[in-house]
């Protein structure tokens, strides 16, 4: 019982010194930059992209699962899963270009 003790406060210390990710912070700022884009014409719209995109992978046997958005980069990573192994495309969000594609 005390060895129980001692591997839950070990547990609770590692969790505790674990940084507060920011990434619900940085995804808001990427969603701005993403809306602020397509409202200044830089950026093409979402749906866009994945209209050009999501058929051509499905036809593969891909199935989409979501995105993300770099706003520095401006490129939106679509993320698919096949066969058990996850497929990254990333597509320039001005021209709607696939520029790679790797996983799976």
Same mark, same amino acid.
């Given at each position: 019982m005390k060895m129980f003790g001692v591997l839950l406060l070990g547990a609770?210390? &590692?969790v505790a010194a674990t940084p507060v990710d +920011? &990434?619900?912070q940085d995804r808001r700022s990427d969603q701005? +930059? &993403?809306r602020k884009g397509r409202?200044?014409?830089r950026l093409l719209p979402l749906r866009a992209i994945e209209a050009r995109v999501v058929p051509y992978m499905v036809k593969k046997g891909a199935q989409y699962i979501g995105f993300d958005f770099d706003s520095?980069?401006?490129i939106y990573t679509l993320k698919f899963l096949r066969d058990g192994n996850v497929i990254w495309?990333?597509?320039d969000g001005r021209t709607g270009q696939v520029m790679s594609r790797s996983g799976g």
């Open positions: 609770t210390l &590692a +920011a &990434a619900p701005e +930059a &993403a409202e200044e014409g520095g980069t401006g495309v990333d597509v």
